[in-house]
């Protein structure tokens, strides 16, 4: 049975005119072989769109959209400057503005700037960026007037970089696949353009952070998409020392909370689920052969920051369920300090100002797309200095999601955030739902703000953001549940999670439809493809089809971690495994609508993916309209293009979820 719908299906395909493609291949990595412009599809058109007039409700799709606030924030060294990201022009640019408040001034002015690091000196800004997501970025200066920028290594094609840190010195440290291995090796480099390999690497090497006597760098290995191995590289004589290596079977992270030194490079603290569930406030001095722990609570320590005189202060957060809590204590006595009321939402951190210290928070919550607010961390009094902009939604009728908890069928505990419609009814009267499935697979939905949630929540359609095993933040064990074998456990998952709710009488399981992207993506032609008649519709954005050529030709971002994440693509075992088990060979499933789209320019997941799909539903009957972008990677960093493509899936949902425009 399936043979012979694979054959047909391939009979099909081969009957359509002859690809033409459109990227220059010699942009193209991570297997890009450019859009099959054979294939109908939908692109954006620059066409005007209508937002509507503020204060109506349910808004329109744009309001939700337009609804922003600054992005990845830095403090200067000196306390006193802000540099951030902000999309508030329809494109991420560096902007600038006092610690105090004020008015905020832009200082960049290009498509795809990342987030800006401080020059030790706080003179320049330090950023990347790349050309439409393909995700191999120059590295630039500029000044926080905006008067003079400099290019400090200009972007090569195939060289993925990741910046780690600066020394005092202004030299930094970045991982780069320059050497053309496909692997993420450690470079040395300088604000005058040099630049020096100093570690090879067999997987993935990425740095961290450079102790405050330049001696020193921190340096992780990826094991799998969960976990890593930290080393102290000494910056001298290249040579690094292993600090915490466990068995793969026991892998941990060391990561989630980032890494910082005391004033002397004595030690580095850090989080860490090293030997238990959740990862917990650490501690490593140097010379010494272990880790020492301080606090341990039942949910992960993240966002670690040492500040104040001699670094006498240490700020963290916890993640209870998709919340974070903020916690300021003395580092030596261990004392919890006045901690002021902040937002709901998902925080970060930076401290600097040293015997005068500032904690800058920025806050993304169900209620606010972003807010920085300054701490004083001595005295506990805070700040808000910027506040987002709700382009004209009522922040009263934006809805909190509750925390839902469900058995699966196998007895293991899931969870989830439900967004409810306000007066939403139960049994007969539930409202319809939209799945949204988040990417990874090791990520975790949180309580930020969510803009196609709020918008399908205020038309009366119920989201539900599941966290099924293979998520981060309920523990190591529930993270490493999907693993291999057990990839399609996940995906049952979803089927079990909708049956729930269901029976619990808070959505109606018989108009249910399944979105999600990159990872997300692939679950929804999973569960589509494993059970069908589950989901009304699906919504799939840059997914995996087929996980042999996915796998195959992997970006360097990804390779190092997939083969304990999904096994060794070279191993024929995995072959034959993912040769049954991918999405593609049981397309002939599918029997509802599904949206599908892509980036041209995307580098982690080819765009070849998402078109075998397409082509194989149209050969099969099943309506599957195509919506390609030509100028975004993985995920659509563009406002024009945002407004474009949630406006057509809002369209796509709406129509299979049967909702009539009164509603």
Not at 7 to 21: C, F, N, Q, R, Y
Not at 327 to 344: A, C, H, N, W, Y
Not at 639 to 649: A, D
Request: aromatic share 8%; charged share 25%.
């Amino acid at each position: 049975m399936l043979r012979t719908s694979l054959l047909a299906a391939t009979g099909v395909i081969a009957l359509l005119p002859s690809a033409v493609l459109a990227q220059d291949a010699e942009e193209s990595f991570g297997g890009a072989k450019g859009a099959d412009l054979s294939i109908e599809a939908m692109e954006p058109d620059g066409s005007d769109v209508s937002i509507g007039r503020a204060g109506e409700h349910p808004a329109d799709i744009a309001r939700y959209l337009l609804a922003n606030g600054p992005g990845a924030a830095n403090l200067s060294p000196d306390g006193e400057t802000i540099a951030f990201s902000w999309d508030v022009t329809g494109q991420s640019e560096l902007w600038v503005m006092p610690a105090s408040g004020g008015v905020p001034k832009q200082v960049t002015f290009k498509t795809g700037v990342s987030a800006p690091v401080w020059t030790p000196d706080g003179s320049r800004l330090f950023y990347a960026a790349d050309r439409d997501g393909n995700e191999q970025p120059g590295y630039f200066t500029i000044t926080p007037d905006g008067k003079e920028e400099t290019e400090v290594l200009p972007a090569a094609r195939g060289d993925f970089r990741v910046f780690g840190d600066f020394a005092s010195d202004g030299s930094f440290v970045y991982a780069s696949t320059a050497r053309g291995a496909g692997v993420f090796d450690i470079y040395r480099g300088t604000m005058t353009g040099e630049s020096e390999l100093i570690v090879e690497s067999e997987l993935g090497l990425i740095p961290e952070s450079i102790s405050p006597d330049g001696k020193y760098a921190i340096v992780t290995e990826t094991v799998g998409e969960d976990a890593d191995n930290l080393y102290l590289l000494d910056l001298a004589t290249k040579e690094m020392t292993t600090i915490s290596k466990p068995p793969v079977d026991d892998r941990a992270s060391h990561t989630v909370g980032g890494f910082e030194w005391g004033e002397n490079s004595e030690a580095v603290y850090f989080s860490t689920n090293l030997g238990r569930e959740y990862s917990a406030l650490s501690r490593y001095d140097l010379g010494k052969d272990d880790i020492k722990t301080a606090f341990r609570p039942k949910a992960d320590v993240e966002n670690v920051e040492l500040c104040g005189p001699g670094g006498s202060v240490i700020a963290y957060t916890e993640n209870h369920n998709g919340f974070d809590r903020l916690f300021i204590r003395s580092k030596d006595e261990g004392l919890q300090m006045t901690v002021p009321k902040l937002p709901d939402g998902n925080y970060t951190l930076d401290c600097e100002g040293g015997a005068d210290p500032k904690l800058m928070v920025r806050v993304n919550g169900w209620q606010t797309p972003g807010e920085l607010w300054m701490i004083d961390p001595l005295v506990g009094t805070a700040e808000k200095i910027m506040e987002a902009n709700l382009a004209g939604l009522d922040p009263a009728r934006l809805i909190c999601p509750r925390v839902v908890r469900y058995d699966a069928r196998d007895g293991l505990e899931l969870q989830g955030l439900l967004y409810l419609p306000e007066g939403a009814g139960t049994g007969e009267n539930a409202p319809p739902v939209v799945f949204s499935v988040h990417g990874g697979p090791t990520a975790q939905s949180q309580a930020t703000f969510d803009a196609i949630a709020q918008y399908h929540v205020a038309r009366g359609v119920a989201v539900f953001e599941p966290n099924v095993r293979g998520s981060t933040g309920l523990g190591r064990t529930y993270t490493t549940l999907d693993d291999r074998e057990n990839r399609l456990d996940s995906v049952r998952d979803l089927v079990d999670l909708k049956n729930a709710l269901a029976a619990d009488g808070l959505i109606d399981g018989d108009r249910a439809a399944v979105m999600g992207g990159s990872y997300g993506g692939y679950a929804v032609n999973a569960v589509l493809a494993e059970y069908p008649g589950e989901f009304a519709a699906g919504v799939s954005l840059f997914g995996v089809a087929d996980w042999v050529t996915a796998l195959e030709i992997a970006s360097p971002a990804l390779k190092a971690s997939d083969k304990i994440e999904y096994g060794d693509i070279e191993e024929e075992r995995w072959r034959e495994y993912y040769t049954v088990n991918s999405p593609i060979r049981k397309a002939d499933q599918i029997n509802v609508p599904v949206l599908y789209s892509h980036g041209v320019m995307d580098p982690r997941i080819d765009i070849m993916e998402t078109e075998t799909m397409v082509k194989t539903l149209r050969a099969n009957g099943v309506p599957a309209p195509f919506i390609r972008i030509p100028d975004e990677g993985h995920g659509w960093r563009k406002l024009s293009n945002q407004l474009f493509y949630f406006r057509k899936q809002a369209e796509f949902i709406e129509q299979h979820l049967g909702l009539s425009e009164e509603q």
